[in-house]
C-alpha cells in the first residue's frame, strides 16, 4: 500500500535559519506529491505540490523537488520566519486509488 | 458561503451514543474525504467517496459509517462512540482524488 514517511518533530528554529524537513514515500502507482500546513486552530491548506518526477514545487518561499529515483519529496525555506510556525505534511495521492495518505506531521516552532 | 463546512465544531459525547458529524462543500467536487488527527498518528483516513452513492474504507474504518446521497455532503457517523474516538475530525474534498484538497476548520470530538 502506500505510505508517507516524514521526520520527526518538534522542529524548533530561530528567524532566518534555513528549514529542511524529509519526506519519503512508498506508493504503487505515479503518485503526485503535497505539502500541507496547518496553522495553530485551523485546517490543512495546500502549500505545494508536484506531479510528476523533477517537478518542483514552490509557494511562499517553501520548495520541494519530486525525486523519483530517491523516493522524497523534501522540504525546505532558505530564510524562515516566525510566522512560519506550524505542523508541516507531506502527502501523496496514488494515480490508482486516489487515496490521499499523509505523513504524520512535523511541528516547526521558529523563535525570534 | 463557498467552501467546506463542518458541523458542529466542537462536540461532546458520551460513551456508547450515536453522533453525526456533517460536512458540507459548495463546489460540486467529485471527491470527499474523512481524517481523524490524533498526535503522533497526523492524519489517518477514515473514509472516502469518490461521487454520490460511491464510499471506500481508509485506514481505520470501524466504527465509522458514511453516506454520500448528494455531492455536497458527506456525513460521519459514529454508530457507537467509544473514548478511542476522542479526536479532530477534518472532512476534505477535491475535484479529482489527485488534485489539491481542500480542508474543513475541523471538528473537535470528546467521547466521555
Known amino acids: 500500500g502506500n505510505s508517507v514517511t516524514q521526520m520527526e518533530g518538534p522542529v524548533t528554529l530561530s528567524e532566518e535559519a534555513f528549514l529542511t524537513i524529509n519526506c519519503t514515500y512508498t506508493a504503487t502507482g505515479y503518485p503526485s506529491l503535497f505539502w500541507y500546513v496547518q496553522y495553530p486552530g485551523e485546517g490543512l491548506q495546500l502549500l505545494l505540490k508536484?506531479?510528476?518526477?523533477?517537478d518542483k514545487g514552490s509557494n511562499k518561499g517553501f520548495e520541494a523537488t519530486y525525486r523519483k529515483e530517491t523516493t522524497s519529496f523534501h522540504l525546505e525555506k532558505g530564510s524562515v520566519q516566525v510566522s512560519d510556525s506550524a505542523v508541516y505534511f507531506c502527502a501523496l495521492s496514488d494515480s490508482d486509488d486516489y487515496k490521499l495518505s499523509f505523513g504524520a506531521g512535523t511541528t516547526v516552532t521558529v523563535r525570534a | 458561503d463557498a467552501g467546506i463546512t463542518q458541523s458542529p465544531r466542537y462536540k461532546i459525547t458520551e460513551t456508547g451514543r450515536q453522533v453525526t458529524l456533517m460536512c458540507h462543500q459548495t463546489?460540486?467536487?467529485?471527491?470527499m474525504f474523512w481524517y481523524r488527527q490524533d498526535l503522533g498518528h497526523g492524519l489517518r483516513l477514515i473514509y472516502y467517496s469518490a461521487a454520490a452513492d460511491i464510499t471506500d474504507k481508509g485506514e481505520v474504518p470501524d466504527g465509522y459509517v458514511v453516506s454520500r446521497s448528494k455531492t455536497e455532503n458527506f456525513p460521519l457517523t459514529l454508530e457507537s462512540a467509544t473514548r478511542s474516538q476522542t479526536s479532530v475530525y477534518f472532512c476534505?474534498?477535491?475535484?479529482?482524488?489527485?488534485?489539491?484538497?481542500?480542508f474543513g476548520q475541523g471538528t473537535r470530538l470528546t467521547v466521555v
Open positions: 508536484a506531479t510528476k518526477a523533477d
Open positions: 476534505a474534498s477535491s475535484v479529482q482524488g489527485n488534485t489539491e484538497a481542500f
Open positions: 463546489w460540486s467536487h467529485s471527491y
